[in-house]
């Protein structure tokens, strides 16, 4: 699908090596109603260049917190991320993050949106721009809906469009938090093959937050398991199964059996501990 | 095309009681003039050049004191959405003077400023400018988080996230408050006029104001005539294009 092109459009289309990551014993805490909530209690976690992360749990097990923490949205209590060896201390293009709901800028029409991360990329010009977000939007299918409004899309679209703008300007990271939770089952099915196309082509690594055990099963490379109160990392599951991956197939669905029997196994023993 | 012909016939009615009500001397004809000496007031005042050039002055006056308003209501209204002792401070102060009918300011201006242009300014920027920090204030603060988050992983910071993100994210809210601000210091320069008689240039509160004095009601229908003109105006060619933009872009209805 890569067309040929000249010059820096050529450079800010390579495939650039994805990143190594290294979570090393991040805790974070919550100011709640009932006291201080332990969101994450000394995680750690190494996802290798170019992997694909799954991180699964119930709500409120902080593994949307700390996937905020590799994006350097959020500050961990204790504990460091680093990035390729560099410590994380803030949010940057390097690690982008597409959220449950697409955060699509409703004032801007699709292509603006896709420009928005490029517009803040030095060394550009304007064509090379709109070489790029074109490339991308093609990518996701939606080359005809370059002039559409935001409001316009279906929320399958609104997903491919968030996904277009995450990889515009080039990340070595993708941040996925739930990003296809909002849509229906065929729509989901649909961007699972599409995802797994992209990440082939554009080889990020990817920390993908699900609460959908099939959904990390057929995503993910490794699958780990979140509990919750204090959140930490209960179980790891690598999913060992040839790609592009369909969400349908039996062996996947003896995988989530398995990721599902567990994810009962400890949240049950924590309901237990709970009474 | 037949809205436009529904709109016609409704105000060629009301013409055509109002020239009965003045043929049916029910009322002096000093009290009610015909539509037409109207009419011919209006043509006279625009062959002799004095409506044009008070409503020149007007909305200079207008456009300037506007204008002023809004560039400091913009950075007013972002203080106070930003930080909690601009809030209860400037941000109270203007929830409480935004309450305060514009006209409220006009014997004030006159104490503090005399009989100037700058008692005009002055009651026109009161008029525009708590609208427009309010406005801003809750424009900014219903900006959805996951938008600053999402532009902060891109990489904007500081100008470019006021600029490129609070600002337009908030428009819809900024653009109703400047157009309350609109109506406001439009209604408080009416009675600025009105009040305030002064020498550096007859703007349209003038022309009704000695309308009045002269008994010339020729001359007050057909002023009034020529601001509610100005007032539809500024709405069909500055307000209506901007809404119909957002709400397309937003789609949002239209109401």
Redesign the interface.
């Known amino acids: 699908m890569l067309r040929h092109k000249t010059g820096s459009v050529t450079e800010e289309l390579a495939v650039i090596p994805p990143s190594k990551l290294l979570i090393q014993s991040v805790s974070k805490s919550f100011r709640g109603t009932a006291g201080d909530v332990l969101a994450l209690d000394r995680v750690s976690l190494s996802v290798a260049e170019g992997e694909f992360v799954c991180l699964v749990g119930v709500s409120g097990c902080g593994k949307s917190t700390l996937l905020n923490i590799i994006?350097?949205?959020e500050k961990p209590d204790n504990g460091t991320v680093l990035a390729d060896g560099k410590p994380v201390t803030g949010?940057?293009?390097e690690?982008?993050?597409m959220?449950q709901?697409s955060?699509l800028?409703?004032?801007?029409d699709v292509l603006d949106n896709v420009l928005?991360?490029l517009k803040?990329?030095p060394n550009l010009t304007r064509k090379d721009r709109y070489d790029v977000a074109k490339y991308y939007l093609e990518l996701v299918g939606l080359t005809r809906f370059e002039h559409a409004?935001?409001?316009?899309l279906s929320g399958g679209m609104k997903q491919r469009v968030a996904l277009a703008?995450a990889l515009a300007?080039n990340p070595r990271v993708l941040l996925m938090d739930e990003p296809f939770a909002a849509l229906d089952a065929l729509t989901r099915e649909q961007l699972y093959g599409d995802l797994q196309q992209i990440w082939k082509a554009r080889r990020k690594t990817i920390v993908f937050v699900t609460h959908n055990v099939r959904e990390a099963a057929c995503l993910g490379d490794r699958v780990l398991l979140f509990s919750p109160h204090p959140g930490t990392i209960q179980e790891e599951f690598a999913v060992d199964l040839p790609r592009p991956r369909d969400i349908n197939s039996v062996d996947l669905a003896g995988y989530a059996s398995r990721i599902t029997r567990a994810l009962k196994n400890f949240s049950g023993s924590e309901l237990a501990a709970a009474e | 095309m037949k809205r436009f012909l529904f709109s016609l016939v409704f105000f060629a009615v009301l013409i055509a009681l109002w020239e009965g009500a003045f043929r049916a001397k029910i009322w002096s004809p000093v009290l009610l003039p015909a539509p037409i000496q109207v009419m011919q007031y209006l043509e006279n005042a625009v062959t002799d050049g004095t409506l044009f050039h008070a409503t020149v002055i007007t909305m200079r006056r207008l456009l300037v004191g506007y204008f002023v308003g809004i560039l400091g209501g913009l950075p007013l209204g972002f203080l106070t959405a930003r930080a909690k002792i601009f809030h209860d401070t400037i941000g109270t102060l203007a929830l409480g003077l935004q309450t305060l009918p514009s006209v409220c300011w006009v014997p004030l201006a006159l104490l503090w400023f005399g009989q100037s242009e700058a008692a005009m300014l002055f009651v026109v920027v009161m008029g525009t400018l708590w609208s427009v920090v309010i406005a801003t204030d809750t424009g900014v603060r219903n900006v959805p988080p996951i938008y600053r988050r999402a532009a902060l992983t891109m990489g904007s910071r500081r100008l470019h996230m006021w600029f490129k993100v609070i600002l337009p994210a908030a428009l819809p809210f900024i653009v109703s408050g400047m157009k309350q601000g609109w109506a406001f210091a439009w209604r408080s320069l009416m009675a600025a006029e009105i009040f305030v008689t002064i020498l550096t240039g007859f703007g349209l509160g003038q022309l009704l104001h000695y309308g009045r004095e002269l008994s010339a009601m020729d001359q007050v229908i057909g002023i009034m005539f020529v601001i509610v003109v100005i007032g539809l105006l500024a709405d069909k060619i500055f307000f209506s294009p901007i809404e119909r933009f957002l709400h397309r872009r937003w789609g949002t209805s239209q109401a």
Do not use: D, Q, S, T
């Open positions: 994006a350097g949205l949010p940057g293009r690690r982008l993050v959220f709901e955060a800028f409703p004032w801007l928005f991360g803040l990329k409004n935001i409001h316009e703008r300007p």
